[in-house]
């Protein structure tokens, strides 16, 4: 991802990569450590977007959104309110009502739990890092951080927000990938190599 947006030209495609972490914690460059609360045997990674401390893991969709912003001719904010308004629309396709805030950047549903995260940065005009969806993951796990700074933050998943089963995560990338394209007005649909979802360590 940091490669990529360093060595691209200004005809390099932009793209959207799709993943699924083993458990790690991230802190943000602007991460306080009092927002570590026991993080136990999961590591601590360091990482160059902004925010603060959030988990990604397995059950969890993660999107890198590497976006040459000045050739699509779209600020930092238009990216994150078309990432953000992108994870509403495909959560109402499974009949989950979303929104989200001014405050503090993300998708919540009604109750005010945080279901879906997010953190950029922007080097030579293009982002990279990203997004996170909670799928179907261990919820727990967010009780040893306070998530992206918010002491007693909510968080919750698909699967906890109705009472069917939760969409197999490639399901879910390939809306998410649609609706993005969509938004950010890229006339081809979306390729998706061979519909697998890579986990990385």
């Not at 308004?85 to 405050?103: F, K, M, N, T, Y």
């Not at 700074?149 to 089963?165: F, L």
Request: net charge negative; proline share 6%.
């Amino acid at each position: 991802m940091q490669a990529y947006t360093d060595q691209r030209g200004g005809d390099s495609p932009d793209e959207l990569w799709f993943l699924q972490h083993q458990a790690v914690f991230t802190q943000g460059q602007a991460g306080k450590a009092e927002h570590i609360l026991m993080p136990g045997d999961i590591p601590v990674v360091q990482v160059d977007r902004g925010g603060q401390v959030t988990y990604h893991g397995p059950g969890q969709l993660v999107g890198y959104v590497l976006i040459d912003l000045k050739r699509l001719g779209i600020g930092v904010r238009d990216l994150v309110t078309a990432i953000e308004q992108s994870i509403v629309d495909s959560l109402a396709e499974l009949g989950i009502a979303a929104h989200p805030r001014a405050d503090a950047p993300g998708v919540y549903v009604q109750s005010g739990a945080k279901i879906a995260q997010l953190g950029l940065r922007v080097r030579r005009g293009c982002s990279f890092h990203g997004l996170s969806l909670n799928v179907d993951m261990d919820l727990s796990v967010f009780q040893r951080i306070n998530p992206c700074g918010h002491v007693g933050m909510d968080v919750t998943d698909i699967r906890s927000q109705r009472p069917e089963p939760a969409p197999a995560v490639e399901q879910l990338m390939d809306s998410l990938a649609a609706q993005l394209a969509e938004r950010l007005n890229y006339s081809d649909s979306p390729v998706l190599d061979d519909n697998q979802l890579p986990e990385l360590p």
